[in-house]
């Protein structure tokens, strides 16, 4: 357990996301203390702080389970505060971030977004054409992020976590087979490449060590 907390507590965007709700949580309660704490108030500020030992235990494969569920809160507190929603995409942005970061679940975690938010709308009882001009301008960001994801922009650099390219570095190195990597079993190596190639546009093994040896001599060449 302890080497398993200090290999995710290394994980600088691990650390970055929980200080991040660590500090919304305290921003709410600051909030209540001001104004009142409603019961909204209390899930928002739970939410947070649950996501600290969990954002810990399960590291990234956790992570857009829990910002599907957290979006949902924050479409629902938005409604339940009686705010306008059509004009606030805070929950989109996190659907976004969960297509990013598993792709696998882009169509379930899109679907339940509109789902909710359709509910969301009619529980705040807002203008039909409110609804209309978040769904369309919905569509059109998730239409910007699949664009950019599906390697329609050309990048400029991969995106990679720090042990795929630890992985990386070693087939750059000559190994061949996944299981001469060392420090990771074969099944960890298939599936950090399989992620990273999904990523970085549905590149093959080959293509994805190719642009990465390329990005490493170009930076040395800095």
């Known amino acids: 357990m302890n080497f398993c907390l200090k290999k995710n507590c290394s994980d600088k965007f691990v650390l970055f996301t929980v200080l991040i709700s660590f500090l919304i949580a305290c921003l709410y309660v600051w909030k209540g203390i001001k104004t009142e704490f409603s019961l909204l108030a209390y899930i928002i500020i739970g939410m947070n702080i649950l996501y600290v030992p969990f954002a810990i235990l399960f590291s990234r494969s956790g992570f857009p389970f829990f910002y599907i569920i957290y979006s949902a809160f924050l479409i629902f507190s938005m409604a339940f505060e009686q705010t306008y929603l059509y004009n606030n995409y805070s929950a989109l942005f996190i659907i976004c971030v969960v297509i990013m970061i598993q792709p696998k679940i882009r169509i379930p975690a899109i679907i339940l977004y509109f789902v909710l938010v359709t509910i969301a709308f009619a529980l705040n009882e807002e203008i039909l ?11 059109w960001y998730i239409g910007l992020v699949d664009f950019v994801l599906s390697d329609k922009f050309r990048r ?14 070693q087939l750059c190195e000559g190994k061949v087979y996944q299981k001469e990597v060392e420090g990771f079993s074969e099944n960890t190596v298939y599936r950090k490449l399989k992620a990273a190639r999904e990523r970085n546009g549905n590149v093959t093994r080959e293509q994805l060590v190719d642009a990465y040896r390329n990005e490493k001599e170009n930076a040395s060449q800095e």
């Open 156 to 169: 400029k650099k991969l995106v990679l976590y720090e042990d795929e390219r630890m992985i990386l570095d």
């Open 129 to 139: 054409y409110h609804y209309f001009i978040h769904v369309v301008r919905s569509i």
